[in-house]
């Protein structure tokens, strides 16, 4: 999914944070980390935070469901103080689970708008906060296919479009995520028509990840696709000549600019339960929404600000929407990985896979 800057088997993981993090209360403190993000520009963000607060972190990266698993294993003996996640739908199911706990910032709720976090508990406290956003796009080939065809979420579904789709796999957490709003939006019996709309169309079985669906728009393979904005964003600012040439082939739209507005999914963090280091944890919370780290986020990583009021500056993404803002969708994100059962039922049943 994601180029990884680490990857640690779990017990050894354990054991060298274990013996870090024994030494670290002793000398200074420290933020223990359980991190899905697995972005070596995100260093910068870790040694900011630590310069600018003397706090040091230690940390661990594994995907979103090895730290799930992780954390309900290690129970309260856990040494994590922070989580973060790459999904809506991952950090909802955390939610459920009770792998967090709901924290009170007046910083992050005038960051962060109200869609973009968990709902509040019974005493205000919110359990996740979005971070950092990427939209849900449909790339096409330029020669073949005209921008108002694909200028919907629903224009995938439309028989005009039969043989022409790539996309991944429908079980993968971007498809399941975006396969939830779209459910909301139209409501259960219309999404599964959908998505018997969408099988219909693909050019071919779903396979790979997104940047491998931009390359077969480019390559002719189909002529229209679904990715997320950060990967066609990292081809057009690539160093290699291939991938620009990629990135020069296919035009982009962000869907449904006439109605609901474009999916976004969210990269989140969030308390641990049994957080020894609570002040940090919050404190580290309140830094990736401060203007510099949402600044780095889209300049790093080419994700899209999370915070109200970031000014962009990102040349790939800016160039995406030709400089101008796009309407994106407003429903409450905890609301779509709370449809996440609901989408794969629908998926087994129409036998998208």
């Not at 180029?3 to 223990?32: F, Y």
């Not at 989140?268 to 339960?273: L, Y």
Request: net charge positive; charged share 20%; aromatic share 6%.
């Amino acid at each position: 999914m994601h180029p990884r800057t680490k990857t640690v088997k779990p017990w050894l993981a354990a054991c060298a944070l274990a013996a870090v993090v024994g030494v670290g209360h002793a000398q200074e403190p420290v933020l223990n980390l359980y991190s899905a993000r697995h972005y070596a520009t995100d260093e910068a963000l870790y040694s900011g935070f630590t310069k600018a607060t003397g706090i040091k972190i230690n940390r661990v990266d594994a995907d979103d469901a090895g730290i799930l698993a992780r954390l309900k294993t290690e129970g309260a003996a856990s040494p994590a103080d922070v989580i973060l996640l790459v999904d809506a739908a991952r950090l909802y199911k955390a939610e459920v689970d009770g792998l967090f706990q709901p924290i009170v910032s007046k910083l992050l709720l005038d960051a962060i708008p109200a869609h973009l976090r968990s709902s509040p508990a019974a005493d205000g406290g919110v359990s996740w906060f979005g971070l950092s956003t990427r939209a849900r796009v449909i790339v096409y080939n330029k020669t073949r296919v005209h921008k108002s065809q694909v200028d919907s979420y629903e224009a995938l579904a439309d028989p005009g479009n039969k043989g022409r789709l790539c996309i991944r796999s429908g079980s993968h957490p971007y498809n399941l995520s975006l396969f939830g709003a779209v459910t909301e939006h139209l409501g259960e019996q219309k999404a599964e028509a959908w998505l018997k709309g969408l099988l219909a169309n693909l050019a071919r079985p779903p396979k790979g990840g997104d940047t491998d669906q931009i390359k077969a728009v480019a390559a002719g393979e189909c002529d229209i696709a679904v990715t997320n904005s950060y990967y066609l964003a990292r081809l057009m600012r690539s160093n290699k000549p291939e991938d620009v040439a990629v990135a020069n082939k296919v035009g982009v739209v962000f869907p449904n600019q006439a109605s609901w507005g474009t999916h976004l999914n969210i990269a989140g963090g969030a308390v641990a339960r049994h957080a020894k280091n609570q002040a940090h944890a919050i404190r580290f919370l309140e830094y990736l929404a401060s203007p510099e780290a949402q600044n780095h986020f889209a300049n790093g990583n080419n994700e899209w600000p999370a915070a109200k009021g970031v000014i962009l500056d990102n040349p790939a993404l800016r160039a995406m929407t030709g400089d101008q803002p796009f309407k994106s969708e407003t429903i409450a994100i905890s609301v779509v990985g709370a449809n996440m059962a609901r989408v794969q039922q629908m998926l087994d049943r129409v036998g998208f896979p």
